[in-house]
């Protein structure tokens, strides 16, 4: 089954599901990391925080680099232009990749001005070990600041999103931008695992409420990344593009999160 993409401002396709890595470590990182591969997801999450570079690039050399799109991002404390250089040099050399196909600035800091940043982002472009680039965690006022100062195109925001964290004007504000938004954490950290409304929806299509959330998403066109460790949630996270969630159910769960959001 092919996962679908969407282009990105800077010319390239980023798929619409991936692995998120974030508390992956060592051997259960590797493991994931090539379960997901062999079964077909065709985007990998990382950042070099989150200490499982290696591990991700040891999984990566068993398969075809060309068909895996690879994220990683920049410490808010390495955003001094040459820092961020460096950083992304030393998360290619763990990675054991030439390029990556997106580099985020993990979170906003405000002691660095955005332009130097956004010029270590740009020579990173210009020597093509970075195809496209984007920012993490930024809100609607940074996500600006961030695209009037980069002379080369900002094609991602990556954001915490689920059903019940859906900041829907801030949401389009963004994308009226132009800015492809990945959701993280789109399951809450298994907190909407057992979630009433939506266990209760996806008992219609046969689907988990996980499953119910990343659909959801999904229609709400976001790119979603959720973490997993085993077979079967690597599994059933890739098991959402064969069937649609119904007019009245998805308005069911955009009601209930416009309710938990104003609450």
């Known amino acids: 089954m092919e996962i ?13 599901l991936g692995l998120g890595t974030w508390q992956l470590t060592g051997d259960q990182c590797e493991k994931a990391v090539n379960w997901a591969l062999e079964m077909g997801y065709p985007h990998i999450d990382t950042s070099d925080d ?7 690039g040891q999984a990566m050399r068993n398969f ?7 994220t990683s991002k ?4 390495k955003l001094h232009k040459k820092d961020l250089i460096e950083s992304c040099h030393s998360s290619l ?16 800091n405000p002691t660095v001005p955005i332009e130097e940043s956004m010029e270590g982002m740009e020579e990173l472009v210009n020597q093509q070990l970075v195809r496209s680039v984007g920012i993490s965690n930024f809100g609607t006022e940074g996500t600006h600041s961030a695209i009037e100062n980069a002379k080369i195109p900002v094609s991602n925001n990556q954001i915490k999103i689920h059903p019940y964290h859906y900041p829907a004007e801030a949401i389009e504000s ?22 009433d409304l939506l266990t209760e929806i996806g008992k219609n299509y046969g ?12 229609e709400k066109g976001l790119i979603v990344i959720p973490k997993a460790s085993s077979k079967n949630h690597l599994k059933e996270n890739l098991a959402i593009f064969d069937w649609d969630l119904s007019d009245e159910d998805a308005e069911r769960i955009t009601v ?8």
């Open 74 to 77: 920049v410490d808010d404390s």
């Open 64 to 70: 075809d680099r060309s068909k895996i799109f690879l």
């Open 256 to 263: 209930s999160s416009r309710k938990i959001l104003r609450g």
């Open 93 to 108: 050399e763990k990675l054991g990749t030439d390029y990556l196909d997106l580099y985020l600035i993990h979170r906003p």
């Open 4 to 16: 679908p993409s969407y282009e990105l401002k800077s010319g390239y396709k980023m798929p619409v």
């Open 174 to 195: 963004l994308k009226k931008k132009g800015l492809i938004l990945t959701a993280y954490s789109p399951l809450d950290t298994g907190g909407i695992v057992d979630d």
């Open 50 to 56: 989150y200490m499982n570079e290696e591990r991700i």
């Open 207 to 218: 689907k988990s409420a996980s499953q119910v959330s990343l659909k959801w998403l999904r």
